[in-house]
């Protein structure tokens, strides 16, 4: 299994990036999928869930309404778009993928490498 997550960068404060995480190697219609963060110096946290088919998310209660989490299945793909971005969004954001039909904060079976997301103030 591989995700491979792209679309970091440096942004303004304010500013948007959209997140990509292509998947391969598992049938993903079967996993649900998440996004987590590392900021420099603070453990890992769940930051948005979607299960398999795509009706149900989740969020951390920091990013409700500036983040969107996403998915298409017949491209194995899953998307972050976060808008009004803020400083402290500042991290390495990984994608994770859970054989679960629940979106779960913890428990993910597969990881992708992370992609840093640098806001600037």
């Known amino acids: 299994v591989q995700l491979q997550a792209s679309g970091g960068g440096l942004v303004q404060a304010g500013g948007s990036l959209r997140l990509s995480c292509a998947a391969s190697?598992?049938?993903?219609?079967?996993?649900?999928m998440g996004w987590f963060r590392q900021a420099p110096g603070k453990e890992r946290e769940f930051v948005a869930g979607i299960n398999g088919v795509g009706r149900n998310t989740r969020y951390v209660d920091s990013v409700k309404g500036r983040f969107t989490i996403s998915r298409d299945n017949a491209k194995n793909t899953v998307w972050l778009q976060m808008n009004s971005l803020k400083p402290e969004d500042t991290a390495v954001y990984y994608c994770?993928?859970?054989?679960?039909?629940?979106?779960?904060?913890?428990?993910?079976?597969?990881w992708g490498q992370g992609t840093l997301v640098t806001v600037s103030s």
């Open positions: 994770a993928a859970d054989r679960s039909a629940l979106v779960q904060v913890t428990g993910y079976d597969y």
């Open positions: 190697g598992l049938t993903f219609s079967w996993y649900s």
